[in-house]
Each structure stands twice: as structure tokens, then as C-alpha cells.
């Protein structure tokens, strides 16, 4: 079965204090400048901030004069892009095929580094909304799976303060997976064919209409907001769009994938554009992800799922901030720390079963300080068990019930094509992965084939 790919370009608005409560009058202070530094540890991704900038960036400078800036009845708005790669032109990709996310970007706080929960949609979207490893969320163990309605998301704690939250979406998956908890609204592009092997829709059309209509409620000027909005066209068939005037760029998979995300980028931009025409939009957050990213006959392999390539798991991440200073963040880190950075820009406290840790200090201007990020894909019908950790520039990555371990050097090998079995380097990765291994409490799928739950849960 071919894998679905989903949460690729994540916006999101997001606001500290007074949730549930009549919105504050409060100064809009106007957009920093698209000036860019970029901090932190070197990436294996292009970085398109000048090195000298890099070199002379200073995490520490303004952190308290920043967060004074930010308005403090902010709204946010996640925009996710499925499939959409971390090798996107702010990246250094030599093709203009996103040239309104480009242009956002450069007045984003940005993470060049930036990694999916896991390497399909399923386990990345459910991981994000539950703010923990998705082996520890209560699922089914299909590929298509289903999450119980006892999982705490972060969106039900936002609606229990009085945030106002509103989704809509582009695959038909999105009506049963268990995603919709906690949200006012929740809608689903009409007239969408469901097929479990492939995606034959164009959606960006509708699914922009459809977010413009669920944004113009008058009570969004007077009540405090969360929206999210998952676009889906880069995803599988790469659908031609010459007769929308998008050039074809050639025959290839990855030439006709870059059409579609020029496609779904124009309906990005006119989305932004009819949020820039609301008063509330100077005191918006706008955060940019995806749920994974894509192969393109790396390592053998297309599409997405079933591996923890770098390939399939670096996706954009990046953060529009009222009042906040553009910059470039090299350090490491995870969609795991969306639902804690989220209720906080609301002002709304996180779950303690969060695992991640919230990123508004970072975006204020504080260091980034290295930790570890873990990559998790459990076991289900289609695909055997996957967990890494990465750690600066080593990846260590489990298989199975953990009894191969493999680590790469991403610096040295940014292609993941030279394993590293032995040696100091591995016994250090090793140890440390085997030690954060027994602190994951992992759940059985409620739901699963014999033979999945035999080869993943029963030791």
C-alpha cells in the first residue's frame, strides 16, 4: 500500500494571556524588519543566511525587550503542507517553487533543522496534537489509524479556556483519524475521493475558499483563536498544472512534485493575503510545518513512510512573531514541541503528559540549547517498528524491537549512505538511546493484525 503523506505547512497565531476572556486592547507593534541571523548548530541543509551574519549572530541580545514587544491577545494559525521537504528555496534549493513562503519565511523565526514526529502522516499529526511520541498515544495499529477519544490534544485544552478553535482539511483520513478533538470547527474538503493506494485530488482551490470563510467570522475581532489548515497537494499523484499556468520543469517525480508546490504555494499566498486584510492579523502568529517529507529514489525509495531518513523526517519549521526579529535557528529540534509552544503563546497551560518543550523563550531570543530529538514510527499492518535519536550532527536509529542499531554522522555523511557500527562514537549513541528507550510507555495498538502486534509488543 502506498503511504499518505499530510501535515506539511504548519502557520501558526498564538498569544499569551487572558484565553477565554474578552480580547485585550493592546499596542500592534509593527513587523521587525527581514533582516536574518542564523544560530545554533551547523545543518546538513543548505542555509541561505550569509555565513558572516551566522558567525556574528548572538542568541542572548534582546530576549526580554522582545517578548515585552509581542502583543499579548495573540491569535495563531498553523499552516501545514503535506510532503512538503526541508530542501524548499529558503534552504538553498535552486528553484523558485515557493515563492511566497520564501518571501514569509524571511520575517519568521526559522529552524533549518527542523524534524516531523515521524515519517507519515498518521504517527505525525497524531504526535503533534498529543504533544508526545505517537507510540505512546492510544491508536489503532493500521496505517491509516484511528486515535481514542481519551488522548488528551492540545487543541481540547485551548477550547476548555474559551480559545475559539477551527480547522479544515483536504483528505478524507482527516474525518476519522480522532484529529478533530477540541476543535469549534472542523471541516473537510468536499467531494474528495478516498482510495487507501493513492491521492487523486486538486484541493488547494477549495481548501483556501474554505479557510477564507471559517477566518471571516466577525467573532474573531472580539475572541481569541486557533486555526489550522493542512494543505495536501504536493502529496502522491503530483497532479500537472499547465493549464493554471504552472510549468511543468520536466518528466521527473521531482519535477513534477516542484510544480505542485508552486501550485499550493499561490494558494498559501492568497491565503495570506486575505489574512493580511483582517484586524486581527498584526497580532497573529503564523507557524509553517509539515507532517514529513519525501524520497525521491533515495536509498530506493519514493514517497514517504515505513523509514526515518533524513529525507522523509527534515521538514520546514518556522514561526511569524508579532514584534519579534527574524532569524535562523540551527540547533535541532521537533514538531513534538508544537502543543507546548502553542498554549503558551495562548496563555493557556499545557498537558503535564507533554514531552516536548515549549520554544516562545527561543523565539524571544534565547539560546537555543542542544537536546536530543527522537524520531518515532511504531509498528502497524504495513510497517515494522523505526525510533532515532538525533544529537547534534549523530543520528542513532532502531530497528525493529531495538536489536540493530545503526548511527550516522549527518555531517560527515549527510546522505545516510555509511553506517556506523562500532567504534566510541556508537557505544556513546548506543547507551544513550538504550537508557531514553526504557522511558517510552509504549502503547499497544487497540486494533492490529496478529502478526503486527507479535513483532512489536510482545517481548
Given at each position: 500500500?502506498?503511504?499518505f503523506?499530510?501535515f506539511a505547512?504548519v502557520?501558526?497565531?498564538g498569544?499569551?494571556?487572558?484565553?477565554?476572556?474578552?480580547r485585550?486592547?493592546?499596542k500592534?507593534?509593527p513587523?521587525?524588519a527581514p533582516s536574518?541571523?542564523?544560530?545554533g548548530a551547523?545543518?546538513?541543509v543548505p542555509?541561505a543566511?550569509?555565513a558572516?551574519?551566522?558567525?556574528?549572530?548572538s542568541?542572548?541580545?534582546g530576549?526580554?525587550?522582545?517578548a515585552?514587544?509581542?502583543?499579548?491577545?495573540?491569535?495563531v494559525?498553523v499552516l501545514?503542507?503535506d510532503?512538503l521537504?526541508?530542501d524548499?528555496p529558503?534552504?538553498?534549493?535552486?528553484r523558485?517553487?515557493?515563492?511566497?513562503l520564501t518571501?514569509?519565511?524571511?520575517?519568521?523565526?526559522?529552524?533549518?533543522r527542523?524534524?516531523s514526529m515521524?515519517?507519515?502522516?498518521s504517527?505525525?499529526l497524531?504526535g503533534?496534537?498529543?504533544?508526545?511520541?505517537?507510540?505512546e498515544?492510544?491508536?489503532?495499529g493500521?496505517?491509516?489509524?484511528s486515535?481514542?477519544?481519551?488522548?488528551?490534544?492540545?487543541?481540547e485544552?485551548?477550547?476548555a479556556k474559551?480559545?475559539?478553535t477551527?480547522?479544515?482539511?483536504?483528505?478524507g483520513?482527516?474525518?476519522?483519524a480522532g484529529?478533530d478533538q477540541?476543535f469549534?470547527?472542523w471541516?473537510?474538503v468536499?467531494?474528495?475521493?478516498?482510495k487507501?493506494e493513492?491521492d487523486?485530488?486538486?484541493?488547494?482551490?477549495?481548501h483556501?475558499?474554505m479557510?477564507?470563510?471559517?477566518?471571516?467570522d466577525?467573532?474573531?475581532?472580539s475572541?481569541?483563536?486557533f486555526a489550522w489548515?493542512?494543505?495536501?497537494d504536493?502529496?502522491?499523484?503530483?497532479?500537472?498544472?499547465?493549464?493554471?499556468g504552472?510549468p511543468p520543469?520536466?518528466k521527473?517525480l521531482?519535477?513534477r512534485y516542484d510544480?505542485?508546490?508552486?501550485?499550493?504555494?499561490?494558494?498559501?499566498?492568497?491565503?495570506?493575503d486575505?489574512?493580511?486584510?483582517?484586524p486581527?492579523s498584526k497580532?497573529?502568529?503564523?507557524?509553517?510545518?509539515?507532517?514529513h517529507g519525501e524520497a525521491f529514489?533515495?536509498?530506493?525509495?519514493?514517497?514517504?513512510?515505513?523509514?526515518?531518513?533524513?529525507?522523509?523526517?527534515?521538514v520546514?519549521?518556522f514561526?511569524?512573531?508579532p514584534?519579534v526579529?527574524?532569524?535562523?535557528?540551527?540547533?535541532?529540534?521537533?514538531?513534538?514541541d508544537?502543543?507546548?509552544t502553542?498554549?503558551?503563546?495562548l496563555?493557556?497551560?499545557?498537558?503535564?503528559?507533554?514531552?516536548g518543550?515549549?520554544?516562545?523563550?527561543e523565539?524571544?531570543?534565547a539560546?537555543?540549547?542542544?537536546?536530543?530529538v527522537v524520531?518515532?514510527?511504531?509498528?502497524t499492518?504495513?510497517?515494522d517498528k523505526?525510533?532515532?535519536?538525533?544529537?547534534?550532527?549523530?543520528?542513532?536509529?532502531?530497528?525493529?524491537?531495538?536489536?540493530?542499531?545503526?548511527?550516522?554522522?549527518?555531517a560527515a555523511?549527510?546522505e545516510e549512505?555509511a553506517?556506523i557500527?562500532?567504534g566510541?562514537a556508537?557505544d556513546?549513541?548506543a547507551?544513550r538511546?538504550r537508557?531514553?528507550?526504557?522511558?517510552?510507555?509504549?502503547?499497544?495498538p487497540?486494533q492490529?493484525?496478529?502478526?503486527?502486534?507479535?513483532?512489536?509488543?510482545?517481548?
Amino acid at each position: 500500500m502506498r503511504p499518505f503523506g499530510w501535515f506539511a505547512l504548519v502557520a501558526s497565531f498564538g498569544g499569551l494571556g487572558g484565553a477565554g476572556c474578552p480580547r485585550e486592547a493592546a499596542k500592534v507593534i509593527p513587523d521587525a524588519a527581514p533582516s536574518v541571523v542564523s544560530v545554533g548548530a551547523p545543518s546538513s541543509v543548505p542555509s541561505a543566511a550569509d555565513a558572516s551574519l551566522a558567525a556574528s549572530a548572538s542568541a542572548e541580545a534582546g530576549a526580554g525587550a522582545t517578548a515585552a514587544k509581542r502583543p499579548t491577545d495573540l491569535d495563531v494559525i498553523v499552516l501545514s503542507v503535506d510532503s512538503l521537504r526541508a530542501d524548499m528555496p529558503w534552504a538553498g534549493y535552486p528553484r523558485d517553487i515557493a515563492p511566497r513562503l520564501t518571501e514569509l519565511e524571511k520575517r519568521s523565526v526559522s529552524y533549518t533543522r527542523a524534524y516531523s514526529m515521524s515519517s507519515y502522516t498518521s504517527m505525525s499529526l497524531g504526535g503533534l496534537l498529543g504533544g508526545k511520541l505517537p507510540s505512546e498515544m492510544k491508536r489503532s495499529g493500521f496505517f491509516f489509524g484511528s486515535y481514542a477519544a481519551d488522548n488528551v490534544m492540545f487543541p481540547e485544552l485551548l477550547k476548555a479556556k474559551g480559545v475559539r478553535t477551527m480547522g479544515a482539511h483536504a483528505h478524507g483520513y482527516f474525518a476519522s483519524a480522532g484529529f478533530d478533538q477540541g476543535f469549534d470547527v472542523w471541516q473537510i474538503v468536499p467531494g474528495i475521493i478516498f482510495k487507501n493506494e493513492t491521492d487523486p485530488n486538486v484541493t488547494s482551490p477549495q481548501h483556501e475558499s474554505m479557510a477564507e470563510k471559517i477566518l471571516d467570522d466577525p467573532r474573531l475581532d472580539s475572541t481569541r483563536f486557533f486555526a489550522w489548515f493542512h494543505f495536501l497537494d504536493p502529496h502522491d499523484q503530483y497532479i500537472s498544472h499547465e493549464k493554471d499556468g504552472i510549468p511543468p520543469y520536466g518528466k521527473t517525480l521531482r519535477d513534477r512534485y516542484d510544480a505542485e508546490v508552486l501550485f499550493t504555494d499561490r494558494y498559501l499566498g492568497k491565503l495570506l493575503d486575505f489574512i493580511a486584510t483582517k484586524p486581527w492579523s498584526k497580532r497573529t502568529v503564523i507557524i509553517v510545518t509539515a507532517d514529513h517529507g519525501e524520497a525521491f529514489g533515495e536509498h530506493n525509495m519514493f514517497s514517504h513512510g515505513f523509514e526515518l531518513w533524513e529525507n522523509l523526517v527534515r521538514v520546514p519549521m518556522f514561526f511569524v512573531v508579532p514584534g519579534v526579529a527574524p532569524r535562523r535557528i540551527d540547533t535541532p529540534r521537533s514538531a513534538i514541541d508544537l502543543a507546548p509552544t502553542i498554549t503558551e503563546l495562548l496563555g493557556v497551560p499545557g498537558d503535564p503528559g507533554f514531552e516536548g518543550s515549549s520554544l516562545v523563550t527561543e523565539l524571544d531570543g534565547a539560546p537555543a540549547e542542544p537536546r536530543d530529538v527522537v524520531i518515532d514510527l511504531p509498528m502497524t499492518s504495513d510497517n515494522d517498528k523505526r525510533r532515532a535519536i538525533v544529537r547534534d550532527k549523530l543520528k542513532i536509529v532502531a530497528y525493529g524491537k531495538d536489536e540493530l542499531l545503526k548511527l550516522y554522522d549527518l555531517a560527515a555523511d549527510p546522505e545516510e549512505k555509511a553506517p556506523i557500527m562500532r567504534g566510541e562514537a556508537f557505544d556513546a549513541m548506543a547507551k544513550r538511546y538504550r537508557e531514553y528507550s526504557k522511558t517510552v510507555k509504549e502503547v499497544a495498538p487497540t486494533q492490529c493484525n496478529v502478526g503486527c502486534l507479535n513483532r512489536a509488543y510482545v517481548k
